[in-house]
């Protein structure tokens, strides 16, 4: 799955530090994420979408088979 979350998080002059204590993860959960090598559950794509006040399509998108 592709995400826009590194480019958000540039955005705001946050490092992957800061966004993981604002989602209440781990920084490597925030930078296997941005690599694309974790999927967030949903619950977590639903923070993610709030924190950054976008929808969950605005940031994630799933690459074609």
């Known amino acids: 799955m592709n995400n826009r979350l590194k480019v958000l ?3 705001r002059h946050w490092s992957q530090a800061d966004l993981a ?9 925030v930078n296997a994420i ?3 090598k974790y999927d967030p559950s949903l619950p977590l794509a639903f923070r993610i979408a709030r924190l950054f006040e976008l929808s ?7 690459t074609p088979i």
Not at 21 to 29: E, F, I, K
Not at 56 to 62: K, N
């Open 21 to 29: 204590q604002r989602l209440d993860v781990s920084r490597q959960s």
């Open 56 to 62: 969950i399509e605005q940031i994630f998108w799933d």
């Open 9 to 11: 998080r540039a955005e």
């Open 34 to 36: 941005e690599t694309g």
